[in-house]
């Protein structure tokens, strides 16, 4: 699928001594779910604000659906939805006027049955002649979302869209996100919660220090990177793993009934078999194994543990 947006070696300095980004470049397919996990100060907010036209940057070039985002940059922005960090909404105003004149500053003519449909899908048709100032935040995150979603961009940033949100308002935004890519939207969310990026993404993206660490397709990063844990039970407790297998370098639970060991994934001989067979010569009688995956969490600790 062809590139909806491309970035191409960005860099954003600040007083010539900050850089907030560091010769970035990637390429976004239409149609896509990207997360963009890092720290706080990694460059995440900076990235999607610089495409976005809100940061200008102090070299690079972006492209979005062909038109340039700096020379072009109101064709660009007609494209684009973003929800922002923080809950920037006029309090005084109500949920399907503030859609209205969102819609209405992109110069789109009125749909009031297209506006009606972003509001049902966020639960918040019944709120439509309420003031902002009555919702809760967690309605105003959601009002947040339909705004930006009021001029039927083709691309939607969603920086941190569930900072802050109960665990319920997060499983529904979750839904929309999936619900807005089978429409065609392609969606780029910034997030802290490594679940998220699991959940729906198909591509995970790691910044650190305004750079992008790593990019890759979220199932072939596990595959590739990830490692598994085999976790071996036994019938009785022990107070130390025996001298044999420390070959193994075995770790051992706290309540002392099972040993754990990583082995790669991606090697032809694991070595499970024959410490199968050691623990067994070492006078330890098995209950159980079983494996655990590494997840998203265990490989971005590990990756920026690498980078510093």
Known sequence: ??????????????????????????EISAGEILALLGPNGAGKTTLISTICG?????????FVDGFDAIKSYRQARKLIGLVPQELVLDSFETVLNTLRFSRGLFG???????????????????????????????????????????????????DEPTAGVDVELRKDMWALVNSLRKSGVTVILTTHYIEEAEAIADRVGVMNKGKILLLSDKKTLIKKMGKKELIIELHDPVLAIPESLDSYKLSLTEQKTALLYSYDTSVNRTGITKLLNDISKAGLILKDVSTRQSSLEDIFTNLLEEKK
């Open 108 to 158: 789109k003519p009125k749909n009031e049955n297209y506006l009606r449909d972003v509001l049902e899908k966020l639960s918040l048709w019944d709120k439509r002649d309420s003031p902002i100032m009555t919702l809760s935040g967690g309605m105003k995150r959601r009002v947040l979302i339909a705004k930006a979603l009021s001029h039927e961009p083709r691309i939607l940033f969603l």
């Open 1 to 26: 699928m062809s590139p909806i947006v491309i970035v191409k070696n960005l860099s954003k300095t600040y007083n010539s001594e900050l850089t907030a980004l560091d010769d970035v470049s990637l």
């Open 54 to 62: 809100i940061v200008t940057p102090s070299s690079g070039e972006i």
